[in-house]
């Protein structure tokens, strides 16, 4: 058998665990995780090889009914990452009994799609064994899925379990990326996502999914090699600014703190990180906005 390469899809319902497997698979922090839904906006590539193979993994937006420009863009996003594709990952949650309206219309999908199908029923950590074979039986009757596997995205050895199932499936080919590649995202891209992350993290529920953030500077100081960064956080409630500032600018420095700590990780070097808070009211429904976040 010569080498193998593909492109592998992985979709589910918000808050399923995509990115969680998505930096398991990648053995780094890629793509940001919070305990909210809708978390990824972007379709986000990452690239997973060894000697003898080497596997794209596409994470992408939680499927759900947009309310907005923006929603619209991630749904379009998630749709599009099931094209020129070799395999489907559909991660759901084993705390769910049965799939609901939202896992059937999504599974429509993937049959539509043409492509062989990897179940991963997610989260097992948090239900009984005896609760889990009524699940996979149930998952098991509505299609002939290529593998039906049980996983919590959290532990390492879900990696091997997932992986052995996506070298079945791809074809043989050439490297689509050098070895040591380990996304397509711009470092400018991650480092907003960074940013973004923490605010999921650190505000409630209705602040965070009405902010974006801009790195419009990005630059090496060449007299002392710190990496220059400078982001606007976009809301769109005079009310939110003064909570992402928060009192004396406590917020906007905690927030900045740890994403520049994560920022250093990522680039290997000293960083130096300013933020600024900007209100631009409804900037989900403004194309002119989302094309200036990335959002295209």
């Given amino acids: 058998m010569g080498f193998k390469s593909g492109f592998v899809t992985i979709i589910g319902r918000p808050n399923t665990g995509k990115s969680?497997?998505?930096n398991l698979l990648t053995g780094e922090k890629i793509a940001i995780?919070?305990?909210k839904p809708q978390t990824t906006r972007h379709a986000i590539r990452t690239i997973v090889g060894t000697d003898a193979y080497q596997a794209v993994f596409v994470d992408t937006p939680?499927?759900?009914?947009p309310r907005n420009r923006l929603g619209e863009y991630m749904m379009t996003s998630a749709l599009n990452a099931l094209q020129d594709v070799e395999a489907v990952i559909w991660m759901v949650e084993a705390t769910d009994?049965?799939?609901?309206?939202g896992d059937m219309h999504i599974l429509e999908l993937l049959i539509k799609s043409g492509k062989p199908i990897i179940l991963l029923i997610n989260k097992i950590d948090r239900i009984g064994r005896e609760a889990l074979l009524p699940i996979m039986e149930a998952y098991s009757r509505l299609h002939p899925f290529a593998a039906i596997i049980p996983v919590c995205a959290l532990r390492k050895e879900t990696r091997d379990h997932v992986m052995r199932e996506v070298e079945k499936l791809l074809p043989e080919g050439e490297r689509y990326f050098p070895e040591d590649t380990l996304t397509d995202q711009p470092e400018r891209v991650l480092v907003q996502e960074m940013i973004r992350e923490k605010?999921?993290?650190?505000?409630?529920?209705e602040v965070?999914?009405?902010t974006g953030v801009e790195v419009f500077s990005y630059k090496v100081n060449p007299n002392n090699n710190v990496l220059e960064i400078d982001a606007n956080i976009y809301c769109e409630k005079d009310s939110h600014k003064g909570i992402l500032i928060g009192k004396g600018g406590s917020m906007l420095k905690r927030i900045?703190?740890?994403?520049?700590?994560?920022?250093e990780k990522l680039v290997d070097r000293k960083v130096y990180l300013r933020v600024w808070v900007k209100v631009r009211e409804d900037w989900r429904d403004n194309?002119?906005?989302l094309n200036e976040l990335g959002y295209k």
Avoid at 97 to 101: F, T, V
Avoid at 199 to 205: E, G, R, V
Wanted: net charge negative.
């Fill in 20 to 22: 969680t497997l998505l």
């Fill in 62 to 65: 939680g499927m759900h009914k």
């Fill in 287 to 289: 194309d002119n906005v």
């Fill in 208 to 210: 965070p999914h009405g």
């Fill in 199 to 205: 605010i999921l993290q650190l505000m409630s529920d």
């Fill in 256 to 263: 900045g703190s740890l994403a520049r700590a994560d920022i």
């Fill in 97 to 101: 009994p049965k799939p609901g309206p």
């Fill in 33 to 35: 995780m919070s305990d």
